[in-house]
């Protein structure tokens, strides 16, 4: 399986805000943003959740992830850059959404739970970086529902495998889920590994520890052709095959 290079700092460092610079004109004591001719399309997500996804990538997220955590990301070259996609991975942290997010290159949804969205100044926050309200113990067509309205919006659209955390981050029961959302928007699928982000929070740890991390980056998947339970299952199990094994790999 190939992995590709792992990506260094200083690379990603050179392509900060590539797309937004052709559209900022800055003149002495003027500074302007033109988004006339910027690409407004289903095949990305908002601009204003893209700008607000580079500013905390590069300003907070990518720094930590690089100098803090030591990370490491292969295949980066996988991710579409246009056009809905399901990103699906295993799940070991609370630190996963935005590490996995930071990584693709381009912002990821995931659902959050409904009382979040009941907190002022948070709820527009979290909207603009594309999280969708889910209710607790509500049925999985609810979050099936929300993922749907998100990749319909060009996002794309992350889902653990597994629907919960891990302890060694690995996949050992797999749900349909991410398959099945895939079948109904005839989204590809995207297998990522997150290695080491088990081990960020100890019990009676105060602050994260500083531990590395390597994400690794599987090659696309087409989507299944119906919602037939026996595709979505083989589907679903080669997933998280794809995704043990390059978790495997290790640092």
Request: charged content about 20%; some cysteine.
């Amino acid at each position: 399986m190939g992995q590709g290079k792992p990506v260094e700092a200083s690379v990603i460092q050179g392509r900060v805000g590539p797309l937004l610079r052709q559209y900022v004109k800055i003149e002495p004591g003027n500074c302007s943003l033109d988004v006339s001719d910027f690409p407004v399309s289903r095949s990305r997500e908002p601009l204003p959740s893209l700008v607000l996804y580079r500013l905390f990538k590069w300003s907070v997220v990518n720094p930590t992830f690089q100098i803090y955590f030591r990370g490491r990301i292969y295949g980066a070259e996988q991710v579409p850059q246009q056009g809905p996609v399901v990103v699906v991975s295993n799940h070991a942290s609370d630190f996963d959404p935005p590490i996995l997010s930071n990584c693709m290159g381009r912002p990821v949804a995931f659902m959050a739970k409904e009382e979040l969205f009941e907190v002022p100044v948070l709820k527009q926050a979290i909207q603009l970086y594309g999280a969708y309200p889910v209710k607790r113990g509500a049925p999985d067509r609810s979050a099936i529902r929300a993922a749907l309205a998100s990749l319909d919006q060009g996002w794309a659209t992350g889902v653990f495998l597994e629907g919960t955390r891990t302890p060694d981050g690995r996949i050992t029961d797999p749900k349909l889920g991410a398959a099945l959302v895939a079948a109904k928007a005839q989204a590809p699928l995207l297998p990522v590994s997150l290695w080491g982000t088990q081990a960020i929070w100890q019990q009676g740890t105060v602050l994260p520890r500083s531990v590395p991390l390597t994400i690794r980056i599987g090659q696309v998947i087409n989507p299944p052709d119906s919602t037939d339970r026996d595709e979505l299952t083989a589907l679903t199990q080669k997933c998280a095959a794809e995704i043990n094994a390059m978790h495997d790999l290790g640092r």
